[in-house]
């Protein structure tokens, strides 16, 4: 049977700033995801203003990043000294 969607059915939208990201959702297009067609990282997440955190009613699958973000290192830098200048590698 179809059903009309509420304005209480419809998510509330975050800029990703106001968001704290966790683990990896089982596919790139659970929940929220699924409305980025070039999600390449699926998370979980929730605003960071909620008191509940991943408990929250707002808490769900969200594209983290997409194709073309510049994703940021997971490890430190690691400074290394090539014929007496610094470098900086990315890991």
């Given amino acids: 049977m179809c059903r009309c969607q509420t304005e209480e059915d419809i998510p509330t939208p975050y800029d990703k ?6 683990g990896a959702c089982e596919q790139l ?14 998370n979980f997440s929730w605003p ?3 008191p509940l955190l991943w408990e929250g ?6 594209c983290q990043y997409k194709e073309g973000d510049v994703i940021p290192p997971t490890y430190p830098p690691l400074t290394v000294s090539v014929d ?8």
């Fill in 17 to 22: 700033d106001e968001l704290d990201f966790g």
């Fill in 29 to 42: 297009d659970s929940q929220l995801c699924a409305d980025e067609p070039d999600c390449i990282s699926c």
């Fill in 48 to 50: 960071r203003s909620d």
């Fill in 57 to 62: 009613p707002d808490a769900m699958c969200r």
């Fill in 84 to 91: 007496g200048a610094d470098e900086t590698l990315y890991l």
